[in-house]
T-cell receptor, first 116, second 114 residues
């Protein structure tokens, strides 16, 4: 089973709101990712967690705060977002990178975020 | 510099025909992985096929095959017997060395006509 789930599917928030995006996988993967994707563009990596520790932060503004409570869960806390943060937010997971097809990243269905 | 180049912004293909999506890559690493993903209008990125740099055989997964030409640094995706459900954006991506980060191409939109 190569399923990554994300909630909510859609989110509308004001610039003063605080909200969280959630991601869950039960594939035993130890690497989890957050991506941001604008319409008709490729995904852009935001964060990588490896063994529940933040491994990569792609210079993301502090209004985005990731959290990995355990090996199956990944959250993205949102605070004081700007309208330009409106996008599709994708979560992915993979085995810890190594040679072979095990490095494949499996994506969830995404959360469409609109910031008003 | 672009690490992944997809030169076809959009393509039309007739149902039941084969289509080839072009992808060239740029890396100096010996160890890398190449991926193709499909993204329908619903937004989910669906993994299609993987090719490792040391794999000697071209990867195949059902109707998908990857034409890997290492010397030319190309990794074209071939979809055989196109179906209406194949209409989507297709992304080529590469992982270099030990890093987690994938470099994505700009994508190719495929529209399958009945």
């Amino acid at each position: 089973d190569t399923e990554v789930t994300q909630t909510p599917k859609h989110l509308v928030m004001g610039m003063t709101n605080k909200k969280s995006l959630k991601c869950e996988q039960h594939m035993g993967h130890r690497a989890m990712y957050w991506y941001k994707q604008k319409a008709k563009k490729p995904p852009e990596l935001m964060f990588v967690y490896s063994y529940e520790k933040l491994s990569i932060n792609e210079s993301v503004p502090s209004r985005f705060s990731p959290e990995c409570p355990n090996s199956s869960l990944l959250n993205l806390h949102l605070h004081a977002l700007q309208p330009e943060d409106s996008a599709l937010y994708l979560c992915a997971s993979s085995q810890v990178v190594g040679a072979g097809s095990g490095e494949t990243q499996y994506f969830g269905p995404g959360t469409r975020l609109l910031v008003l | 510099a672009q690490k992944i180049t997809q030169t076809q912004p959009g393509m039309f293909v007739q149902e039941k025909e084969a289509v080839t999506l072009d992808c060239t890559y740029d890396t100096s690493d010996q160890s890398y992985g190449l991926f193709w993903y499909k993204q329908p209008s619903s937004g989910e990125m669906i993994f299609l096929i993987y090719q490792g740099s040391y794999d000697e055989q071209n990867a195949t997964e059902g109707r998908y095959s990857l034409n890997f030409q290492k010397a030319r640094k190309s990794a074209n995706l071939v979809i055989s017997a196109s179906q209406l459900g194949d209409s989507a954006m297709y992304f080529c991506a590469m992982r270099e060395g030990p890093r987690y980060k994938l470099s994505f191409g700009a994508g190719t939109t495929v529209t399958v006509r009945a």
